[in-house]
């Protein structure tokens, strides 16, 4: 897993440390959108105090950290509308979600997670403190728990994707933390994103499909992209990038499979202009098969892809 990163240096900054928190996550409010007599700027930056706190402060695994070890990470909450369901404390949002994780040996970090959740409401009061508990995900206020519960979510998630690109399923005590979020989450007015019957591409069935076993060959890649080619990428880089880009053909079959895939365009949010960084480095006569497989994959990203042939 991550543990076996340490170097001497962290290990005794552990010493010192305790039982550091696992995030070192940034956020930022975005809140332009936001006006009118009676709203307090004040309130955005206490929200964006309180929920970097809520991230970094609490603890979301029962391993020790060092500071070093911290997974580093940026949130950041575009609000786009408030009084919802007649409650000024009440927000409608978006949250993009943004993680890397170093890459052994090397200066270059690359990207766990960046996502963009569209289905974000919430309520915030700068003067009650922000609380989760797992078995209590619904809490007594259903919009003022959505808050937690979405970043309960994605903290489990991005701990997840961490422990999983360095150990075959090592996420996957989280993974279900994250999916155990889903199953207790708050229900009511203007709440979303929870359901499996509102989406097929939502926090339910993102989750959902990471755990299924019909995707185990996307989180097998994910192992092999990150500890077996990328952290070899320094000793040995044409093995590392042909065994990156030989695998393609396995994230093809399940999206073939599983076509409109939340998880793989997911995975592809995340990895498309590594992928593309790679193949540039592929002779031109050797680059048609893979391009063909991600243009079936990732259409958004298409151009892209095409601009390498």
């Not at 696992?22 to 409010?29: G, H, K, Q, W």
């Not at 031109?284 to 497989?293: C, D, H, P, V």
Request: net charge neutral.
């Amino acid at each position: 897993m991550r543990r076996i990163l340490l170097s001497i240096c962290a290990v005794c900054m552990l010493s010192m440390a305790g039982r550091a928190q696992e995030l070192n996550c940034r956020v930022t409010i975005m809140h332009d959108k936001i006006t009118g007599t009676g709203v307090d700027p004040q309130v955005f930056s206490t929200m964006q105090k309180a929920i970097t706190e809520f991230l970094n402060s609490h603890k979301w695994t029962t391993d020790e950290f060092s500071p070093t070890e911290k997974i580093e990470c940026n949130v950041l909450i575009n609000l786009t509308g408030n009084n919802i369901n007649s409650d000024p404390d009440a927000y409608s949002a978006s949250m993009s979600i943004q993680a890397t994780r170093p890459v052994y040996n090397s200066a270059y970090t690359t990207k766990l997670i960046d996502y963009i959740d569209k289905d974000v409401t919430f309520k915030f009061s700068p003067f009650n403190p922000m609380h989760y508990d797992d078995n209590q995900g619904s809490g007594t206020d259903a919009l003022s728990s959505n808050l937690t519960a979405i970043l309960a979510y994605y903290s489990y998630l991005v701990i997840g994707l961490d422990y999983d690109s360095f150990a075959p399923s090592g996420g996957a005590a989280y993974l279900k933390k994250a999916q155990n979020v889903v199953n207790n989450a708050p229900d009511g007015k203007g709440i979303s994103g929870w359901k499996n019957v509102e989406s097929t591409r939502n926090r339910y069935w993102m989750v959902d499909q990471m755990l299924n076993t019909r995707f185990a060959d996307v989180r097998k890649f994910w192992y092999t992209m990150h500890r077996e080619s990328l952290d070899s990428m320094y000793a040995k880089p044409t093995d590392s990038r042909m065994r990156i880009l030989s695998n393609l053909r396995k994230l093809y079959e399940v999206n073939r499979e599983n076509p409109s895939s939340i998880y793989v365009q997911f995975f592809f949010n995340a990895k498309s202009d590594e992928i593309i960084h790679l193949l540039g480095q592929v002779p031109k006569n050797e680059r048609s098969q893979y391009i063909t497989l991600l243009n079936a994959m990732d259409v958004p990203n298409a151009p892209k892809y095409n601009a390498l042939r």
